[in-house]
Structure formats: structure tokens, C-alpha cells
């Protein structure tokens, strides 16, 4: 079993950076492939960057999101980090963390494979 709770959100001007957190709690931590999604108003959830626990390598983003944010985790605080840069109003939801044992290469991206969830954060980018 694994609880996640994520820290970080808030209200950014377009152009400026956050870094959200997401803190775990349970066992084994370092064989989690730890994901982060995102939901805005009236749309689905969808995938923003996943890295492999051990065992495996690989950090992945969605295009949307790539060489703006950089996701990277500390297994020693059982914490994983979401690097948001250059923020745009697009990137306005609510951010969620994700943990799961049994991905593989093809289902890294879907919501419906991670196991454990936090509540979210929110993530507000507005002048």
C-alpha cells in the first residue's frame, strides 16, 4: 500500500515556474513508477511525465510538456520532484500523483495502470 500526497500548486504568472512534490508513504518506494497527470475543467486526464523505479530507467513526457518540466525523484526522501518551467495557461489543472508497480513500456502513459493516487494540487498560470 502506498499514500501519496502532492505539495506545490499555486498561482504562477505565464512565463514562471513551479515545482511540485509528491510525497510518499508505504514500503518499497524505489520499485515505483511514479507518474504525474493533470485534469482541467472539462476535460480528461491526461498523461504529463512518468519515471521508472528501480529495476528499470527512463523518464517520459508528454510533447506538451517537454524541455519545459523535468521530473526527477529522491528515494532516499521517498519523494518524487515535477520541475515546471516557462508555464503557460494551458498548463492550468489540477496535478495529481500516480505510483504503480506492473507498467510496462506501452502503458506508461495511461491513467488506468497506476495503482495509487494523491488527492492533486492545483496548478493556476494567470496574470
Known amino acids: 500500500q502506498v499514500q501519496l500526497v502532492e505539495s506545490g500548486g499555486g498561482l504562477v504568472p505565464p512565463g514562471g515556474s513551479l515545482r511540485l512534490s509528491c510525497q510518499a508513504s508505504g514500503s518499497a518506494f524505489n520499485f515505483y513508477t511514479l507518474g504525474w497527470f493533470r485534469q482541467a475543467p472539462g476535460k480528461e486526464r491526461e498523461f504529463v511525465a512518468t519515471?521508472?523505479?528501480?529495476?528499470?530507467?527512463?523518464?517520459y513526457y508528454a510533447d506538451s510538456v517537454k524541455c519545459r518540466f523535468t521530473l526527477s525523484r529522491d528515494n532516499a526522501k521517498n519523494t518524487v520532484y515535477l520541475q515546471m518551467d516557462s508555464l503557460k495557461a494551458e498548463d492550468t489543472a489540477v496535478y495529481y500523483c500516480?505510483?504503480?508497480?506492473?507498467?510496462?513500456?506501452?502503458?506508461?502513459?495511461?491513467?488506468?495502470?497506476?495503482?495509487?493516487w494523491g488527492p492533486g494540487t492545483q496548478v493556476t498560470v494567470s496574470s
Open positions: 519515471i521508472r523505479g528501480s529495476g528499470h530507467t527512463g523518464t
Open positions: 500516480a505510483a504503480g508497480r506492473r507498467l510496462i513500456t506501452t502503458t506508461l502513459r495511461l491513467h488506468s495502470a497506476y495503482d495509487y
